[in-house]
């Protein structure tokens, strides 16, 4: 509580409907069929409620679409492969919602997954003394120290600052290219794609 009034942190996480208060506080979730935004929309999904709820959520939309190829031929063993692997999305993810900016922008945190690829887009440019250089070094600053206190309670972040690094072990791990990230003064968008 700042002045009697709860802070948005305390809002997001403990308040009935977040969205009331913070309008861009949900997360936009569309399925898109072919490469491009107008192609035809397979799912889509408002993900709002509290914090717990919406990172929950997040995690079973990103188990659920993500598509397993099994290998039979060419190899000794059956072998699995996810187009993606669920941990470096739901790290991105995560930190998107973490840092991304609650001020002067109704946007919400945005993923669209594309049939090459999954985007996510966050709300607000670097904070402090982030910069495109020190991004997924471990460096780290907080715009909303609160909420990542919370996400931290909650156990769904470390607060180590491994989250980026975290995603490009895993991304590594299961054959994908390196994420692409995108830095401009109003949003930070990462851009994953599929294994081959």
Known sequence: MREDRPTWGSVLAFGRDPQAWIPGAYVQFLRIAGDDTTDAIQDQKQITGPLSDVLRRLDEIIELHIQVRTRVAGVQRERQQPDYPADALRQLVRNAIMHRSYEATNTPVRIHW???????????????????ENFGSGDTDYRNPLVAEIMHNL???????????????ALAQNGNPQAKFEFQSSLVAATVRGAS
């Open 114 to 132: 594309y049939r090459n690829r999954v985007e996510i887009v966050s709300p607000g440019g670097l904070y402090g003394r982030m910069t495109p």
């Open 155 to 169: 156990g769904f972040s470390q607060r180590f600052g491994l989250g980026v690094r975290l995603a490009r072990e």
